[in-house]
Structure formats: structure tokens, C-alpha cells
Nanobody, 121 residues
Framework: VQLQASGGGLVQAGDSLRLSCVAS????????MGWFRQAPGKEREFVGL????????YYADSVTGRFTISRDTAENAVYLQMNSLKPEDTAVYYC???????????????WGQGTLVTVSS
């Protein structure tokens, strides 16, 4: 299974950006797709997730109300819409696939290569 993330770039504070993550194989309804990020010198942190079958989502407090995760089951794709971006959102963003609801990176077993998001002030 390969996950291909894309959509990162350099934006200004307050701007929006949409990240995409496409899986090379079908994502089963029982799976969970998560988004994580890692800033320089920091640990990888949970951003949000979507339950593939239900489509329900859960977000970290730091992004709630600004970020939205959606999916396209036909395309095996998951998206992260990021609005009102802040400089502290600067990080490499990763998509990942897991078995069940979890905010822990260790619970996800397939990872994309990451896409860099830089937010300037």
C-alpha cells in the first residue's frame, strides 16, 4: 500500500491550502485515515482523522474550526482543507492509514511521504 500526499506549499498567514492523499489500493470501510504533522525539532503530532466507512471526523484542538478532512471513496483519496493558516501550522504533513480510531502515530501502519506546508507571517 502506498500513500501519495501532495498539495503543500508556501502561503501567507490567513491563507488556505488543500492537501490530498491518494492510496494505491482500495481503502476498506473499517480503516481510519489520519493526518499528522511534524515541525522542525518537534515530534510528530496528530492533526485529524476520518473514519473511512462512516465519514466521521475528529480533530486536534489546535486545528478544530480551521481544518476539515474529507474523503472520496471512489478515488481512495483523503483531503485536508486548511483555512486561516497560522505560522505555527508550518510543518511537514503526513497522511496515514490505521486500523482504528487513534491519535497516536504508532497506531498507523502505512504512511505517505509527507508534504511541506510553510506559512509565513
Amino acid at each position: 500500500v502506498q500513500l501519495q500526499a501532495s498539495g503543500g506549499g508556501l502561503v501567507q498567514a490567513g491563507d488556505s491550502l488543500r492537501l490530498s492523499c491518494v492510496a494505491s489500493v482500495r481503502i476498506f470501510s473499517s480503516a481510519v485515515m489520519g493526518w499528522f504533522r511534524q515541525a522542525p525539532g518537534k515530534e510528530r503530532e496528530f492533526v485529524g482523522l476520518i473514519r473511512w466507512g462512516r465519514g466521521s471526523t475528529y480533530y486536534a484542538d489546535s486545528v478544530t474550526g480551521r481544518f476539515t478532512i474529507s474523503r472520496d471513496t471512489a478515488e481512495n483519496a483523503v483531503y485536508l482543507q486548511m483555512n486561516s493558516l497560522k505560522p505555527e501550522d508550518t510543518a511537514v504533513y503526513y497522511c496515514a492509514r490505521g486500523h482504528h480510531f487513534s491519535t497516536a502515530p504508532s497506531e498507523y501502519y502505512y504512511w505517505g511521504q509527507g508534504t511541506l506546508v510553510t506559512v509565513s507571517s
